[in-house]
T-cell receptor
Framework: EAGVAQSPRYKIIEKRQSVAFWCNPISGHATLYWYQQILGQGPKLLIQFQNNGVVDDSQLPKDRFSAERLKGVDSTLKIQPAKLEDSAVYLC???????????FGEGSRLTVL | GQQVMQIPQYQHVQEGEDFTTYCNSSTTLSNIQWYKQRPGGHPVFLIQLVKSGEVKKQKRLTFQFGEAKKNSSLHITATQTTDVGTYFCAGPPWGGSNYKLTFGKGTLLTVNP
């Protein structure tokens, strides 16, 4: 069974530039999550989708971050404009059910200079 | 909002020694999940506990869920170098409609061979 796919694996940008990350969850998983993990910390939930609807985005900095999950499958996370403090690994995870086991992708490491 | 605390933040042991990490939530949980993240890797699901007072074992790992469903522990017997990594607990709040999975900051385990 294919796992959660994410791209790009690495991205380096300058502050105020924009960046987009892509995630393809495990087939059939209705729930998709984007987490931000800063070095040395636990994953912080940014947004949670159930199919193509947003379940929770209370910790998403909506002035610069946006995410969508069209057709309830793939998802993209965008940052515009990026700040230095956005340097982190962005983890996508999917789950067959709300509150269930998370399957994480390998993450997209963002460095903002 | 819900907070999940883990102690200790770091633990260094000699190979063969035991290790325990503790997880405490500010709110009652629907379930508790444990994940392991190897250095440079992504979190990988270990186990989920659902019932109050539940205890589960996986070879040398023993997981407990507290009676009040607000705390949990992970105990590793006779650590090996392969146990190195950061152990995270995460759990959705009881009675919530979104099953938001909040992670603790993790416990980094290092093992001296």
């Amino acid at each position: 069974e294919a796992g959660v796919a994410q791209s790009p694996r690495y991205k380096i940008i300058e502050k105020r530039q924009s960046v987009a990350f892509w995630c393809n969850p495990i087939s059939g998983h209705a729930t998709l999550y984007w987490y931000q993990q800063i070095l040395g910390q636990g994953p912080k939930l940014l947004i949670q989708f159930q199919n193509n609807g947003v379940v929770d985005d209370s910790q998403l900095p909506k002035d610069r971050f946006s995410a969508e999950r069209l057709k309830g499958v793939d998802s993209t996370l965008k940052i515009q404009p990026a700040k230095l403090e956005d340097s982190a690994v962005y983890l996508c995870a999917s789950s067959p059910e709300l509150g269930g086991e998370l399957f994480f992708g390998e993450g997209s490491r963002l460095t903002v200079l | 909002g819900q907070q999940v605390m883990q102690i200790p933040q770091y633990q260094h042991v000699q190979e063969g020694e035991d290790f325990t990490t503790y997880c405490n939530s500010s709110t009652t949980l629907s379930n508790i999940q444990w994940y392991k993240q190897r250095p440079g890797g992504h979190p990988v699901f270990l186990i989920q506990l659902v019932k109050s007072g539940e205890v589960k074992k996986q070879k040398r790992l023993t997981f407990q869920f507290g009676e009040a469903k607000k705390n949990s522990s992970l105990h590793i017997t006779a650590t090996q170098t392969t146990d190195v990594g950061t152990y995270f607990c995460a759990g959705p709040p009881w009675g919530g409609s979104n099953y938001k999975l909040t992670f603790g900051k993790g416990t980094l385990l290092t093992v001296n061979p």
